[in-house]
């Protein structure tokens, strides 16, 4: 059976906010009927639930839609599958017989009583399985921006399920087989599945049973080459990055459909332009391609009229650029929406083998549409988290980290460092004379100055060393794994690299520049806490600026006493 998963939603989880519905009573199963019923699930790829009344709770699930799962666990939705399975037993012990029903989600169902437990009235619930790709989408833009926009979407898709006619009748057969193979007493009267049109009761002959598992053989074959590319596909595009989600839309895109390339374009509706964010195959970098307004070119026409296209390139007037050296002509660009939002255009070409896309090909990728819509959504929303993060711990004039971030890391190095028995340093920076410089030149000129200060510390420093702004004109960096002897050496780097460098109006300070004066500190016995190494540096500081500026000084502690020295510097 086709399967496949989506982890994560940025949707709201207020529908959640309820406690769960309980969905299980395994106490009250019949021995060794939960195990039968797993079997018959695993093989089949349906579900299963043995009730005993309205559901929920079932008595035994085995191989629960997700999808089911997510909206009977809510207090919020239940009320949905009440007149479906919550009302199946009712129907199937009245009737005596199968019952066949869809569901609100579009899922189709059956029920059937099992007579393996003489004292009790039980009945199985089975299938909860889509029957089309496109009952699955209906039900997917319900949970994007429908009714159910506010289903708790953890694990949501998880467990999708995809079936045919003939699964859901050799399932049934072999319930009501193992129901009487279960309970041997039963009279042969007991309702059983039918086969046939009519769904007649009566227990099945070996001949039907023949016929619909060689059906079922037929349709498991047909859909086989998909179903495990399916259920990977939501698994692998699930990633925390927003980069990585595109890189693996497309690759998981163009694996379903034996693409040998493809790009992946977003739509950015402030220009109305779309942007490369993943390629396979083509011979350009991403960085290089050209933006598409929306109506220009093939993905530009798939984009502004939200239509799929298949076919030749030559039939859409556009020939392909040599430059990209394509194998064949035949392509595949699909549109990738929520609602009527546009969000980009998948394209796909180079089939493996020389064929041609066709219908069945956009049939899979629309399949999967829903769940690369949804992956786009969470993208989106994690990049803005993520820039939101980055505000939260930068200084918006230099880029620089700010001292709350430096203050985390400070601890969280200086833990590191206390179990490994790491080195770690950390400097205190402030530019000489600023308040002349700011006083004297205005402010605007000062906050150039503050600029170029931090384009000078991230020019000396190393990729491992965190700089930040700690306030005002006053600069701190941490050094991790660094012992106080090469603190100092690049303490003198970064004081030589800003008296190089040209500020404006720099000549006239008091120095004849625009200096800096360090103080350092080091982790050591007497300095073991973030508070005592700061501390430590910013003594360090005052002693550089106290002994003429443009210098650096680091704390050394010795016999419990701390000293002051002049770190290495060259004039």
């Known amino acids: 059976m086709k399967k496949s998963s989506v982890k994560k939603s940025t949707r ?60 009977q666990s809510s207090p919020g939705y239940v ?78 898709f998880r467990n999708v399920i995809f079936a045919d ?11 009501a087989r193992t129901a009487r193979e279960f309970q041997e007493q039963t009279p042969p009267e007991t309702a059983a599945p039918a086969t046939g049109d009519n769904r007649e009761s009566g227990p099945p002959t070996p001949a039907d049973e023949r016929r619909t598992e060689e059906a079922v053989h037929v349709g498991l074959d047909r859909r086989a080459p998909y179903a495990n590319s399916i259920r990977r596909f939501a698994e692998q595009i699930d990633a925390s990055e927003p980069a990585q989600t595109y890189e693996s839309i497309l690759a998981q895109s163009a694996e379903l459909v034996a693409a040998e ?100 090909d956009l049939s899979v990728i629309e399949l999967v549409g829903p ?28 880029g620089l980290h700010n001292r709350r971030y430096q203050e985390a890391r400070l601890a969280e190095e200086l833990s590191r460092t206390k179990r490994y028995n790491y080195p770690l340093s950390f400097m205190m920076i402030d530019i000489d004379d600023f308040k002349f410089y700011n006083d004297r030149n205005g402010h605007q000129t000062g906050d150039r100055a503050l ?9 000396a420093l190393r990729k491992v060393d965190v700089a930040s702004r700690y306030g005002g004109e006053e600069f701190s960096i941490l050094l991790p794994q660094t012992t106080l002897q090469e603190a100092g050496v690049i303490a003198d780097r970064i004081r030589r690299k800003v008296m190089e460098t040209p500020f404006p109006h720099g000549e006239s300070q008091p120095l004849g520049a625009v200096t800096v004066s360090i103080g350092l500190s080091s982790f050591s016995p007497g300095l073991d806490s973030a508070e005592a190494i700061v501390r430590a540096a910013d003594r360090a500081l005052y002693h550089a600026k106290a002994h003429g500026k443009n210098r650096a000084y680091a704390y050394q502690t010795a016999a419990n006493r701390p000293n002051l020295n002049a770190a290495n510097q060259t004039s």
């Open 451 to 459: 600029e170029i200060m931090a384009q000078c510390l991230k020019a």
């Open 371 to 398: 769940q690369i819509a949804l992956a786009l959504e969470r993208a989106a929303w994690q990049q803005r988290a993520n820039q939101f993060q980055l505000m939260s711990i930068t200084d918006p004039l230099t």
């Open 12 to 71: 709201s989880n207020r529908a959640s906010q309820a406690p769960a519905i309980e969905q299980e009573i395994p106490e009250r199963v019949p021995q060794g009927w939960a195990e039968t019923q797993d079997a018959i699930a695993r093989s089949s790829g349906l579900s299963l639930l043995l009730v005993e009344g309205r559901q929920p709770p079932a008595l035994a699930i085995a191989n629960n839609n997700s999808i089911c799962e997510a909206l």
């Open 79 to 156: 009320k949905l599958c009440d007149p479906y399975c919550g009302a199946a037993h009712t129907r199937a012990t009245s009737a005596k017989s199968i019952v066949h029903y869809r569901c609100h989600a579009g899922l189709q169902c059956f029920a059937m009583p099992v007579d393996i437990d003489s004292k009790r009235n039980l009945a199985v619930i089975g299938g909860r399985a889509f029957m089309s790709g496109a009952d699955y989408r209906e039900l997917a833009e319900r949970v994007r921006s429908g009714d159910l926009r506010d289903l708790p979407a953890d694990d949501l």
């Open 261 to 360: 390339r493809g790009s992946l374009l977003l739509f950015d509706e402030a220009t109305e332009e779309l942007t490369m964010k993943a390629a396979r195959g083509i011979p350009d970098p991403i960085s290089a391609v050209d933006r598409i307004r929306a109506g220009e070119g093939i993905a530009g026409q798939v984009l502004r009229h939200g239509r799929p296209l298949v076919g030749q390139i030559d039939q859409f007037g556009t020939p392909a650029a040599a430059a990209r050296r394509y194998k064949t002509k035949s392509f595949l660009s699909y549109p990738i929406a929520i609602g009527r939002r546009k969000l980009g255009v998948l394209n796909l070409a180079d089939k493996v083998g020389g064929g041609a896309y066709d219908a069945e």
């Open 165 to 175: 006619e003939a699964d859901l009748d050799h399932a049934a057969l072999r319930v």
